[in-house]
């Protein structure tokens, strides 16, 4: 015992070791580099480096048509592609003052939602990947996650970059018999997230894993920007479903989950909780859709007024912004994009100051980041 | 001193609680496939590689305008038939290094001409083979279809 105090005096404290965690890690979730500063096993301070994904798709929105740019959406958050697309359509949309009608409406509901379940599987399962629960449980949401893409093949042709939504109303109308696909898909996660909830939430290893784990409070959550369900894990509510309704979320009855201290456990809960929020959604969504043509041609030329528009809309990460400015051509003048993922990030290193190096990863896997949208 | 007992036990709980779920799902029926040597059939509108029906493009060029990444070529010449004035395709290419398979092309095409098919299976040896497809031939995806379309024996042991 006299040994271990010995080792902590000031005079006895070794040199602080630099570590790259990454830009070819399996825990960073893509080319993430991270510069660990290490105490023995304390990570003592951390810069995360970007840039190995810079695709440079603002520049790339300036010398496209607003038509032409949806596919680039889609590699942004390359889990989430219809929430992106949804944001970028309803920004533009609302650049040009462009009415859509009512089926197209709960179809782009319906299918966002679809996207976000698909989108918290992949994240439950690579963190439960992460903290070492070897490939059982990952492949358990990926069968999960399967169903939702066979539906997304089925309707708009691809299973990762959909391109689906169009400014105006989206690409193809939703396929016959797609309702009975739906609500069967709907009894069926239901069972599976109580499976969920006995693999993992409950599990006493996974709970020492990830309880008191990167706590995340209020304050620091508000000041860096972060959102989504990392914010809501800290017990701040806030939901742009909720607080500023777009779409037609306003005609639909959901709670929004919060956590209560913060913790990578909270964060894992929060979106275990959002996929049944996200469910009931889709359930309510599926019996109200009208009748009318949601099809919307894409060899139009759109010319908006000069005029600048953001608009933000909930991804599963987060808040995503898109602010368009246009100069009355038919490209824009600029497109910045706001990712909710960048913000997220860059609260890491205020969280895993302190911990293990084995802690880090289980707090960047409870952050749940994808670097298409980071680095842009 | 007994913390650690409690831990272990509850530890073990908890995996023998995980471990049912995991034996359910071992008598469950396989959800994947044994893919080389089955394979699914794609969906209805499934975006695979570009392909052309020479005979119905009018040459618009609304392809070649919509197309985000410039990955189609297209030129065309006027030709007299039988004293009337008449275009004809010199040269239509596709680059399928440049296409993101955004499917673009086909939805703004009048006469149905372009479209994209139902192969997957796309890789090649080379770059070059990639480079410029000529939509006008119709033998460009021979090396393709012969895996797409052809299921392989099934293994005899």
């Keep these: 015992m006299e040994q271990v105090e010995q080792n902590k005096s000031p005079e006895l404290r070794s040199e602080e070791l630099v570590v790259n965690m990454g830009p070819q890690h399996p825990s960073t979730h893509g080319v993430l580099y991270l510069e660990l500063r290490l105490d023995g096993e304390i990570v003592v301070d951390c810069r995360p480096h970007l840039g190995y994904l810079h695709r440079s798709i603002e520049k790339i929105a300036e010398n496209r048509t607003y038509i032409q740019f949806v596919p680039f959406t889609d590699r942004l958050d390359y889990l989430a592609s219809m929430n992106n697309n949804l944001g970028y359509v309803l920004a533009v949309e609302k650049l040009l003052g462009l009415p859509v009608n009512e089926r197209v409406q709960y179809i782009r509901t319906i299918i966002v939602e679809l996207n976000r379940v698909g989108s918290h599987l992949v994240s439950i399962g690579t963190f439960a990947q992460d903290l070492g629960a070897y490939a059982t449980p990952l492949f358990y949401c990926f069968r999960d996650r399967e169903k939702i893409v066979e539906l997304f093949d089925e309707l708009c042709g691809s299973r990762l970059t959909y391109n689906y939504m169009r400014i105006g109303g989206v690409q193809n109308d939703l396929p016959p018999g797609v309702d009975k696909?739906?609500?069967?898909?709907?009894?069926?996660?239901?069972?599976?997230?109580?499976?969920?909830?006995?693999?993992?939430?409950?599990?006493?290893?996974?709970?020492?894993?990830?309880?008191?784990?990167?706590?995340?409070?209020?304050?620091?959550?508000?000041?860096?920007?972060?959102?989504?369900?990392c914010l809501r894990a800290t017990g701040f509510k806030w939901d742009l479903r909720k607080e500023e309704p777009y779409l037609i979320y306003d005609r639909f009855k959901f709670d929004i989950p919060v956590g209560t201290m913060g913790d990578s456990w909270d964060r894992y809960k929060v979106r275990l909780e959002e996929i049944q929020e996200s469910l009931k959604i889709i359930e309510q969504a599926i019996g109200a859709v009208p009748e009318g043509n949601p099809v919307a041609k894409v060899n139009k030329v759109y010319k908006p007024a000069a005029g600048e528009v953001y608009l933000r809309t909930e991804n599963p990460r987060g808040e995503l912004g898109f602010y368009i400015v246009s100069d009355g051509t038919t490209k824009p003048y600029r497109n910045k994009i706001r990712s909710p993922s960048f913000s997220n990030l860059s609260v890491l290193p205020e969280l895993i100051r302190g911990l293990n190096v084995s802690d880090a990863v289980c707090v960047l896997g409870s952050i749940d980041i994808v670097m298409g949208e980071i680095d842009r | 001193m007994f913390r650690p007992i409690k831990v272990f036990f509850l530890s073990a709980l908890s995996l023998l609680i995980g471990m049912k779920v995991t034996i359910k799902n071992l008598f469950s029926p396989p959800v994947t496939l044994d893919y080389p040597n089955k394979k699914q059939p794609m969906k209805k509108n499934f975006r695979g590689m570009v392909d052309l029906k020479p005979p119905a493009c009018v040459i618009c060029y609304q392809c070649i305008k919509i197309c985000p990444t410039a990955a189609l070529f297209l030129s065309h010449k006027t030709v007299e038939q039988d004293a009337k004035k008449k275009n004809e395709i010199t040269k239509f290419t596709f680059n399928a290094e440049l296409c993101c398979f955004c499917g673009l092309c086909e939805e703004v095409c009048p006469t149905d001409a372009i479209y994209l098919n139902q192969m997957y299976e796309v890789s090649v040896f080379s770059?070059?083979?990639?480079?410029?497809?000529?939509?006008?031939?119709?033998?460009?995806?021979?090396?393709?279809?012969?895996?797409?379309?052809?299921?392989?024996e099934p293994n005899p042991q």
């Design chain 2, 127 to 152: 770059h070059d083979d990639l480079l410029s497809i000529d939509l006008m031939d119709p033998k460009k995806y021979k090396h393709l279809d012969d895996r797409t379309v052809n299921q392989p």
């Design chain 1, 181 to 229: 696909i739906i609500k069967d898909f709907i009894q069926y996660e239901r069972k599976k997230l109580d499976e969920y909830n006995e693999l993992l939430t409950y599990n006493a290893i996974f709970l020492s894993r990830t309880k008191k784990v990167g706590i995340l409070s209020k304050e620091t959550a508000i000041n860096y920007g972060v959102t989504g369900p």
